[in-house]
Each structure stands twice: as C-alpha cells, then as structure tokens.
C-alpha cells in the first residue's frame, strides 16, 4: 500500500492511529463504570458511545482525503484530484461537527451531576448546551447551504456562487473557541465556593479543569491555523496542517470527557482515611459490619437476654449493677463514634 504524500502522509496516520488510543479510553470508561463501580450506563455514556461512531466516520473519511490529494501543494493538484479532495472533505467536515457536539455535550452532563443543587449554576449549563447545539446545528446548515448549487465545490465548471471561506472560518471559528471558553470556566465556578475539598474531589475536579484546558488549546492551534491558511497561496498544504489539529482536537476532547467521566468512579473505589477500620488497621469488606452497629447489636443482644431472665423486670437486682456499667460504655463508645 503506497502511503499519501507531502503533508497527506502525517493526516493518514494520525486519522488511523487516533480512534484506536480513543477506543482504548472509551473502553476503560465503560469497564470502571459497569465492572469497578457495578452501575448502569448513564447518559454521558450513551453520548460518548454515540461521538466514537462520528470520530470513526471522520477519521475513515480523512484517511480516505488524505488518500485523494489532502495534504498536497496546489501544483500537484489535478481537477479530477480536486473534485475528490472537496466531496470528501465537506462529508468529513459535517461528522467533525457531530462529533465535537458529541463530545461537548458529555462534559456539560457531567458539570450537571457536579454541580448538584446549584440552580444559577445549572442554568449556565443548559445556557451552555443550548448554545453550543445551536451553533454547531448552525455551522453544519452553512456547510450545506454555503454554495449554489450544493456540487460546486467539487465541479468547478458548474455555474454559481458560494459564499466566502474567510468569512465562515472566522465566525464559526470564534463561535467554536468561545464555547471551549465555557467548558474550560465552568468547572472553576465548580469549585469557587468549596473552602473543603476531600482528595478525592480535589482530584476530581482537577482532572475536569484539566480535561477543558486541553481541549481548548487545541481548538485555539485548530483555529489559528485555519485563519493563516486562508492568506497563503499554497492552501491546499497547510490544510493538511489544519485536518491534522482537527483530527487530536476532537480526539483528545473525547478522551478528555473520558477521563474526566471516569475520574468519579476512580476516586470512589479506593476508600478514605476515615473510612478504616481503626482497631485492626486495614481496609474492610463492604459487608462487614461498622463498629457502631456492632455495640448497638450487643446491647440490643443484653437486653433481650435480660427480658428472657426476668419478664417483669427488664433488669433483674442481680445484673442491674452489670447492665448499667455496660449500657453507659455502650452509649461512651455510641458518643466516640459520633464525633469521628
């Protein structure tokens, strides 16, 4: 098999390398979530399986591009090469968009489960889905809708007009880099109010800090590119350039919702501090009963014993003394619990 050349060799790889370490994340969501942690499937989950059917269909279509002339210098190019490279390139572009809303939409569930009762909160995350589901809807329509007739991007000798690239480009670009500022900002009004955090949850919302960051630097390398692009001759190069950003962008924005969707289960499968059993000093069994269950259990035990011994008296003159001492170390030990 003869790999693409120029530019079109580095797309080909990365869009064939990509959904397998994406499919390796996904994979290790779902294990934590069903195995680990025993729950269902919940709705970012059934997202994120969703996005991963999209990222396949993007990278197979621009592998396929790559194949086609993606990546080459626009002296290389030939009409036959050029109507292949757009035909694709414009069905890959609208899986790209799918599977960015995918992806998007999966984090902000997640800030919803995290930021619990907070009403303004939760009403900024919907603000936010609203807004990044329309405007991608909108990006996709412009796709569709951006020449006239629909084929001339790929037959240059049809007769029409199509509206100008720098244009869409530059909007829905800033649209798109405005939507990862909210990703990456929410998390933040997360945690603004939380003076104590457990370690578990310090983890926890760092990883989705850090999940929101990333993506948002590679939507900015993404866009900057893209402008550049469109004030050089040799664009057709440096699209190659551009297909490659967009391929780690969507790709490590999944496994950025990966993580930070699995971030939950890992920190709650290992038990805290206090959760140790402080008289044998190890981890115990999920069925193992606590301590204060125990003492409750022995004094429930001692006072059935002495109703059984004296039924009018719940505590005969013999054991009166014993049943004290016990029920007032019972109701110490009862008090030392609480406090813990």
Not at 299 to 304: A, C, G, L
Request: hydrophobic fraction near 50%; aromatic fraction near 12%.
């Amino acid at each position: 098999m003869e790999l693409p050349a120029e530019n079109g060799v580095h797309v080909w790889r990365c869009a064939v390398a990509m959904p397998f370490i994406t499919f390796l994340f996904i994979v290790a969501r779902f294990y934590s979530r069903l195995i680990l942690m025993r729950k269902g499937l919940g709705k970012d989950d059934y997202i994120i399986a969703t996005t991963f059917i999209f990222l396949l269909s993007y990278s197979i279509l621009i592998a396929n591009a790559a194949s086609n002339g993606l990546g080459l210098h626009i002296g290389q190019y030939t009409d036959d090469s050029s109507s292949r490279y757009y035909s694709i390139v414009g069905i890959a572009t609208e899986m790209w968009l799918l599977a960015s809303m995918g992806f998007k939409i999966s984090l902000l569930v997640l800030y919803l489960e995290l930021a619990g009762s907070k009403r303004k909160l939760r009403w900024g995350i919907y603000a936010a889905m609203v807004y990044v589901i329309e405007w991608l809807l909108a990006n996709m329509v412009a796709g569709f809708m951006q020449c006239t007739p629909r084929d001339k991007p790929w037959k240059n000798a049809e007769m029409g007009w199509c509206v100008q690239s720098n244009v869409v480009s530059v909007v829905f670009g800033a649209g798109h880099i405005s939507s990862n500022i909210w990703l990456a900002v929410m998390p933040v009004l997360l945690i603004w109010r939380k003076r104590f955090m457990k370690a578990q949850e310090k983890i926890e919302f760092g990883v989705v800090i850090f999940s929101g960051v990333l993506a948002f630097s590679f939507a900015i390398a993404n866009w900057a590119v893209a402008i550049h692009g469109l004030n050089v001759d040799d664009k057709t190069w440096w699209a190659g350039v551009k297909f490659v950003l967009s391929i780690f962008e969507v790709h490590i924005g999944t496994i950025c919702a990966c993580i930070a969707g699995g971030s939950r289960l890992i920190a709650t499968t290992r038990p805290t501090r206090k959760e140790r059993d402080p008289t044998l000093n190890r981890w115990p069994s999920p069925n193992a009963p606590s301590l204060q269950q125990t003492l409750l259990s022995r004094n429930n035990s001692f006072q059935s014993w002495q109703q059984m011994v004296s039924p009018v008296s719940a505590y005969p003159p013999s054991s009166s003394k014993n049943s004290a001492t016990f029920t007032a170390e019972t109701k110490r030990g009862l008090a030392t619990i609480g406090k813990w």
